[in-house]
């Protein structure tokens, strides 16, 4: 296309129309600063210069100033409850709520924040009333997962049960922790003075029902009936069927191998009380040469002082940490070593290694072993003496695995 030189006369015209355009959106901006308060710019100045405490007193009066302004007001209640200062974000979503003039979606929102404050406060009851005052809002399926949590941390199953039920009907998705639920109750039941066995069976029928109904995958199902199957044998224990109670343990062994630790001490306690101790020793080798585990290993090899004497615990030990070295396996090994009454004959056994020397070495392996001797969440990290069904720290269900950090490093 060739050049026409009357073309030229858009030049000026469209350089006066930016200027126009530019010089309108100016005056816009500065009438619209005009109408701001100066503990607005105080507060970004602040800001800038890294004085958040200042920051804050500074946005408080904005807010006073002008109610309006109710994104500052929500900014606001979030800050104070990020830094834990739950009275002023309580007081802020309060002071929203109590404005006639504020429009519904709004008003659904600060009550939503309000119930997060009351939650973090932990004021539960509060908490609650104001979750519940959300369920027929936009804010309905993050309240009802909140209300799940305070009836998890309120121990109240039956209505956490429910809840998750109404969750399902909302979501498509699994929930496995409703297979704990039943288990809690059964658990409750099986530990109520006397025990209410009816409880018990109901509560864990329902348990393995929920397990088939909820469609989890392989390794939370496996979680769900380990723990299942471990209070099907406490309960058998508790009725006196020890047939019974032996199927549930032995079930664990064969199905979920790395839980075998958890039941070691109960199911030689159950041949013990048969009177087969010798047949639950060997139950327990055979499957620590199939799936090895340090809680096995200790289980193992006390039993084998007891019943064979130190000399066959000692070949033990050092056949077992030859093929799996571990820490923390020698230092329960010189643990139970220690705790022998029998001096002289310790003395004889363990020959050039003396009962003060023990006492050295387990002193300096156990300052480095102290740290692996615990289970740990994968979800956050929270690290345990004991294993837990539900994490203290993010109470993230079936997060813990069933072996000693020492194990998983």
């Known amino acids: 296309m060739d050049f026409e030189p009357w073309w030229l006369i858009f030049v000026p015209v469209l350089f006066a129309l930016g200027w126009l355009a530019a010089r309108f959106d100016f005056r816009q901006m500065l009438r619209e600063t005009r109408t701001l308060p100066d503990s607005y710019f105080k507060g970004l100045n602040f800001l800038l210069n890294e004085q958040p405490d200042r920051a804050i007193d500074a946005f408080v009066e904005v807010a006073k100033l002008d109610p309006e302004t109710t994104e500052l007001h929500f900014a606001l209640g979030s800050l104070f409850r990020r830094r834990g200062e739950m009275e002023r974000a309580i007081r802020v979503h309060q002071s929203l709520l109590s404005r006639s003039d504020l429009p519904e979606a709004e008003r659904e929102h600060a009550q939503h924040e309000l119930a997060h404050d009351f939650l973090k406060a932990g004021m539960l009851d509060r908490a609650e009333s104001a979750f519940e005052q959300l369920k027929d809002t936009r804010y309905a399926l993050p309240a009802l997962r909140s209300l799940i949590r305070i009836y998890e941390s309120e121990h109240d199953w039956p209505r956490a049960i429910e809840a998750v039920k109404t969750l399902q009907g909302l979501v498509d998705e699994p929930v496995p922790q409703i297979v704990h639920y039943y288990c809690e109750q059964a658990q409750m039941a099986l530990a109520a003075k006397p025990f209410d066995a009816d409880a018990a069976h109901t509560a864990l029928d329902a348990a393995d029902h929920a397990a088939k109904q909820a469609g989890q995958g392989e390794s939370a199902t496996k ?77 193992v090899f006390r039993e084998l002082r007891v019943q064979q004497g130190a000399a066959p615990a000692w070949a033990f030990a050092r056949g077992a940490l030859r093929h799996h070295p571990s820490l923390l396996g020698l230092d329960r090994l010189l643990e139970a070593e220690l705790s022998s009454t029998d001096g002289s004959q310790q003395d004889q056994e363990q020959g050039p290694v003396r009962g003060a020397d023990l006492s050295l070495l387990r002193s300096l392996i156990h300052k480095h072993t102290q740290r692996l001797d615990r289970y740990a969440c994968r979800t956050c990290g929270f690290q345990a003496r004991r294993y837990y069904w539900q994490c203290p720290g993010c109470n993230g269900w079936e997060t813990y695995a069933p072996r000693r950090l020492e194990e998983l490093e």
């Open 223 to 299: 979680a769900a009936k380990v723990r299942t199957a471990m209070l099907r044998a406490r309960l058998a224990q508790l009725e006196g069927d020890l047939k019974r109670e032996r199927m549930y343990l032995e079930s664990i062994l064969a199905d979920a191998p790395e839980f075998a630790g958890q039941v070691a001490e109960q199911l030689l306690a159950n041949y013990r009380n048969a009177g087969q101790a010798a047949e639950g020793l060997d139950v327990l080798q055979k499957q620590y040469a199939r799936y090895a585990s340090l809680d096995l290993f200790n289980v």
